[in-house]
């Protein structure tokens, strides 16, 4: 599969690296003469040039591509190379071949245009990447804890939580995966991601230790499991309150969108906003009428009013600034207000382990959770998420169907006998409401037709799996 990216900032480049860890054929085309020599170290073919000309596309084989993905930092450009790429594609080919075409896009306008179908019409937009709900849905999970360093969602409930191993882990440290669940009440964790200094990442398996200051993945269903997760490997636990109350700073497109999401987690909403036109917007608007939230124009960096709305009285604060470092700022500040939770949807991604360092409880990079929604729509063929984990980068999960060619469906997950390579993180089936519900997977679990199973492997053995799935 030849895929071509357009953009070669930190989507587009790190889009690039985890697709050619895939084995994947990738080109990377940017008008950047910088970003072409960042990304020539990838064994991928780099080409310097404009994504919205039309012998730059043939010039990178457009016509054996599958996929084109449109990654800078310009929805404008990204729309026009999505149309252009068709176009060219449909020349080279005669009409016979087809393109998927990706659209990173920041404006809401343009994924309003690509619900109602329009922007595939006058664009050819097959595909609309806008990060905030994911980064938002990763961010609310990630403030459960003070302890984890990454929430990826899987659907119905499902979780994989990241976190350190402390010495403290008595139960599991120096100990097999074996070992350690006999010592383990209610059973171990199941760990699907494992990472030590100095060593590759890696799927683990029974025989293999746990270390302090390991890093790890584990597979879980429901927030209310973190708890229990964090005790077992040395963290402490703090409970989350069931009616959370949460001072948002910013009321733009990412503090809007915040606001809604914790008032229908049942939470008291604060927001205050330092532009009037924004904050008089959010007060007429449907979500500023709702009961629960309130709304104050003036300086989230004023000491005095975060004391006249009584900041320390708030569970959550979090900063929704287009400006990175004015959102630390502001956290910070509230942090040392008495705030015992504070979080951030980050630009930068190399900020991202800075603020932690800080004191700030969870950060998420929008960029990482574009790179894997891309992902997720170029494996558009499996029927859930798709996640490089951040801290074991050389581990992803997928989500694969069971379907009748799939010769293990009616047989328990032991007798399937999947790879060693591979370890089976979930179980998901829909129940008699039609909705889908994670099960834990055991050796006697049965693996039933139109079953899906999210599975944790290298990256490079993606093919072989999809293969034995007959996807």
């Not at 071949?97 to 690509?114: A, K, Q, S, W, Y």
Request: net charge negative; proline share 4%.
């Amino acid at each position: 599969m030849r895929i071509i990216i357009g953009g070669g900032g930190r989507v587009g480049s790190g889009l690039a690296r985890a697709l050619r860890s895939e084995e994947k054929d990738v080109v990377l085309v940017d008008n950047d003469a910088r970003a072409v020599k960042n990304a020539q170290g990838m064994d991928i073919l780099v080409l310097h040039g404009d994504i919205t000309q039309r012998k730059k596309f043939i010039e990178a084989g457009i016509e054996s591509a599958e996929v084109y993905v449109a990654a800078t930092n310009s929805d404008e450009r990204n729309i026009l190379s999505c149309a252009l790429a068709k176009h060219v594609h449909a020349e080279e080919t005669k009409g016979k071949g087809n393109l998927m075409t990706i659209c990173r896009v920041r404006n809401p306008m343009f994924v309003d245009e690509h619900k109602s179908g329009r922007l595939a019409k006058w664009a050819g937009v097959d595909h609309v990447v806008h990060p905030v709900d994911g980064a938002i849905e990763r961010l609310m999970s990630g403030l459960r804890s003070s302890s984890l360093t990454e929430v990826i969602p899987f659907e119905a409930d499902a979780y994989i939580v990241e976190l350190d191993v402390k010495s403290e882990a008595g139960g599991v440290v120096h100990r097999t995966l074996r070992d350690s669940g006999a010592k383990v009440e209610g059973g171990m964790p199941l760990i699907v991601g494992l990472k030590r200094d100095g060593m590759i990442g890696k799927v683990p398996g029974a025989d293999d230790q746990i270390l302090p200051n390991d890093r790890i993945a584990i597979a879980t269903a429901g927030e209310s499991s973190f708890n229990r997760i964090l005790r077992i490997f040395g963290h402490e636990a703090v409970d989350f309150p069931d009616k959370p109350k949460v001072a948002i700073f910013g009321a733009g497109l990412i503090g809007t969108r915040l606001s809604k999401a914790w008032l229908d987690a049942n939470g008291k909403v604060t927001v205050v906003e330092r532009d009037l036109e924004k904050a008089n917007n959010l007060a007429g608007s449907d979500i500023g009428n709702r009961s629960g939230i309130e709304i104050i124009h003036g300086d989230y960096q004023d000491k005095e009013l975060l004391a006249e709305i009584e900041i320390s009285s708030h569970d959550i604060a979090i900063s929704a600034l287009d400006d990175d470092h004015a959102s630390i700022a502001a956290a910070l500040l509230a942090s040392d207000m008495g705030v015992e939770r504070t979080g951030l949807i980050m630009y930068d991604a190399d900020l991202v382990d800075v603020v932690r360092r800080m004191g700030i409880t969870f950060s998420v990079d929008r960029k990482r959770v574009a790179i894997d929604t891309i992902l997720a729509r170029i494996h558009s063929e499996l029927p859930g998420p798709y996640a490089v984990l951040s801290s074991v980068p050389d581990v992803i999960g997928i989500c694969l169907p069971v379907n009748d060619n799939v010769k293990f469906a009616g047989k328990t997950l032991k007798e399937a006998s999947l790879p060693e390579w591979c370890k089976v993180a979930f179980i998901q089936r829909r129940n008699i409401h039609d909705e889908w519900e994670t099960l834990r997977p055991s050796p006697s679990k049965t693996i039933l037709e139109d079953d899906r199973l999210t599975i944790f492997l290298p990256p490079d053995r993606v093919d072989d799996l999809e293969k034995k799935f007959k996807v």
